[in-house]
């Protein structure tokens, strides 16, 4: 017993040691807004700096997601109100902190909250007894339809740069490119949690637990996360792999040793497009995240 407890003891530190010089040597910069659990937080890349940014009250509490205007005066994500068990599709304005509700009292959980580049649509994921589809709000319109042909596996979802098409995972784990009607162009990669690069060059994704960068314009795949990586991604329906703006770094949810073995929290990780360097830990999370917005 006392050899089993010291054993712990050796592997809890070494953990330790491990995460205090898994330090990062980039230059990653802007902010990202991060969904923990009932909060959004914002990290600053230069300062390393936490703050919360919003945080639910009584009648709301779990968030799902968080997308943004390029101004940033809003924000979008999906709630569930656990006085009656239903989501709805919030809009909250930053600077008077005011929230419009878009979408309400869905009984189907809404999250993967994702803003057009156009910033005329927003595309979420809708999950019914795991049945998984896109449903896309027309914020001129101010209406929602779903794309019921297409059904999807859980995770990411992300619009291309010209905000005309989607790229999303279906059930079969195929990616595909698709209009915002639901009509497929092309399939892309085997995989989930697909995201595309602000230059639509590059598409990260998540396949057999391992994290893949494609180059589009050639096919060629280059794998920058494993799952025997010490920041090892998280399950595919909440990995939230996101793009810096400047399209250098991918920050993803993982998980090291310690709280994948334990079942502790997971970790919000920073790493560079092309899989070198060193990860940085941006922050800890106590519940599952359901999404990032990486600004300038």
Known sequence: MKRASMYLLIFVMLSVV???????????????YINDADRIVLY??????ITTVFESDKKY????????TKD?????????????????LLCYHVLDKTIDTLVSKMNESICNVVISPLEDKIAFVVDSNSTFRCAIYDLKKKNTYMLKELKLAAGNICWSNSGESIFLSKEDGMIVEAKANGEIIKSVAQGYSPAISRDNRYLAYVFDGNIYVKELSSGNNTGIVSHSSYYSPQYYSIVNITWSPDGSYILFQGHN???KILSMSSQYVIIQADGKGHPLKVMDISGAGYGACWVP
């Open 44 to 49: 600053d890349c230069v300062k390393y700096s």
């Open 18 to 32: 491990l995460t205090c010089t898994a330090y990062n040597n980039n230059s990653a910069k802007g902010k990202i």
């Open 61 to 68: 509490n779990w968030i799902y997601g968080v997308t943004l």
């Open 72 to 88: 940033r005066s809003k924000m979008y994500f999906g709630m569930l109100d656990h006085t009656n068990y239903t989501y709805s």
């Open 257 to 259: 040793p310690l709280s």
